[in-house]
């Protein structure tokens, strides 16, 4: 791997978060002698791509929350974060306002009774898009990962479709349960 590679784990990032404690990719890049930041480039209502409305059981032209972000290690761009919420959800909530979200999605969404029990992500390739190439410094014609994490609660309700891009060197590492586990 590269000097460049970033190894990310899953798991801490479904987890809600204690009052107090840093978001899991501010811990994250930490634990890695790092300054993890994000910018929040929009919050709000919009209408989701086809393969989040899919995901979330929206209608056609139903509109959803959006939170996106741009995920900055060290003030580098690396990753566009795009988290949708169903508007029966996240309607009227902070997730709705551009403003940070104390614990983060995760945390506010189990204090609204939305816990995630359920986990399913999905990784595509492609070419970045001109907004993509935009946001994350890269030369057109440059590939890029996409993973669409769906959570669901206990009763299969969908609450986020979190859409994430990333540069094609990126390495994403699986570990969801105890390190033993």
Do not use: C, N
């Not at 059981?57 to 949708?84: C, F, Q, T």
């Amino acid at each position: 791997m590269s000097g460049d590679a970033w190894i990310s784990e899953t798991a801490p990032y479904l987890a809600p978060r204690e009052p107090g404690r840093s978001d899991a990719w501010t811990e994250e890049a930490a634990r890695r002698g790092r300054r993890g930041g994000q910018r929040l480039l929009h919050a709000g209502e919009a209408e989701a791509p086809e393969a989040v409305r899919v995901a979330l059981g929206l209608s056609v032209g139903e509109r959803a929350v959006v939170r996106r972000r741009l995920i900055l290690p060290d003030d580098r761009p690396v990753e566009l974060a795009d988290s949708y919420f169903p508007l029966s959800v996240a309607g009227g909530t902070p997730l709705a306002e551009p403003r940070k979200v104390p614990g983060g999605a995760v945390t506010l969404l189990k204090e609204l009774g939305y816990a995630g029990a359920e986990v399913v992500e999905d990784v595509s390739a492609g070419l970045a898009g001109e907004e993509e190439r935009g946001h994350l410094g890269l030369a057109e014609g440059s590939a890029v990962l996409r993973l669409l994490r769906l959570t669901k609660t206990a009763d299969a309700t969908p609450v986020e479709a979190a859409l994430m891009t990333m540069p094609a060197g990126r390495h994403l590492t699986y570990r969801l349960g105890g390190r033993g586990a």
